[in-house]
């Protein structure tokens, strides 16, 4: 791997055409495929461990999915999800539990601990630690616990967005999910049908929302992106960085690599968030297995 980011020009806009604002994935083939993602990118990397270990918990949720319903509280005529009420009620927490059966027997034994803590944790711990990720206090939640936590509440928040109405669209482009509030995981080039087109992936609701590309996804300025990457200009993964606003998100293009996921592909690319730090950018995204270990 090259130890100096590569650079390369900004991408011309994607042309004008009919697409969807927003996307709603359906979830048990999200899952699925984004644990197929992981164990494809695992072997050989320096984080194979817990590559591995993400998959079974992306796995665990499509299995949590495939029994689980949108409690009568999630739905709702609003136009958009609350995670911090969706925390409050407390429904998420029986996913968690679904999960831990799934995913205990086969851990082993450095993740054992975690998982054993997890099932200890009374009702009122698990509804503390999820209104605190839903409020972004991520320091007060252990970060050895939080991944899975939030696979289990964000697969709540996932449902109860798929349950209500699509907001009404606007003009405006937005740096958070329109759904759900979330911030995103990163930019996402899509293939077949919507060849070209990037839309945002959110972290928590697992929607997408369309975003015009040459522009700053957080303050939406054009006139000072650059493109960070490793091996070559024409990766699968670069960092997209603005001098505007000194902040940079992930771009992954499945034009590049038809299987490419946008949370497994992210987890799987930390190295070049280290590079984007150190060139004094901030990350605008939060990947699910790589929260951060401060409130934000």
Known sequence: M?????????PSEESTRHFDPILRPELHKLYTARAAR???????HELEAYLRLAADVAQAQAQAQAQATVSPESRSNAVAVDP????R????????????????????PAITPHLDA????????????????AQHQFDAVSQALAPFLWAAFSLEVALAARAVPL?????????SCPVCGGAPVASLIHKGTRQGLRYLHCSLCESQWHMVRAKCTNCADAGDLDYLSFDSTEAVVRAESC???????????QEREPNAESVADDLATL????????????????NPFALPDQAL
Do not use: F
Not at 2 to 10: A, D
Not at 118 to 133: E, P
Not at 167 to 175: K, L, R
């Open 167 to 175: 907001p009404v669209a606007s003009s405006e482009e937005s740096p």
């Open 38 to 44: 992981l164990r494809e990118l695992a072997p050989g």
């Open 243 to 253: 001098g505007h606003c000194d902040s940079y998100l992930k771009v992954i293009s």
């Open 271 to 286: 190295v070049l968030d280290d590079a984007a730090s150190a060139e004094g950018y901030g990350r605008t995204g939060l």
């Open 84 to 87: 911090v009420e969706i925390a």
């Open 2 to 10: 090259n130890e100096v980011p590569v650079r390369r020009s900004v």
């Open 118 to 133: 997890l099932r200890a944790m009374s009702t009122q711990a698990r509804l503390d630690a999820g209104l605190a990720l």
């Open 89 to 108: 009620q407390g429904t998420w927490v029986t996913h968690l539990d679904t999960m831990l059966d799934q995913l205990i027997p086969g851990a082993w």
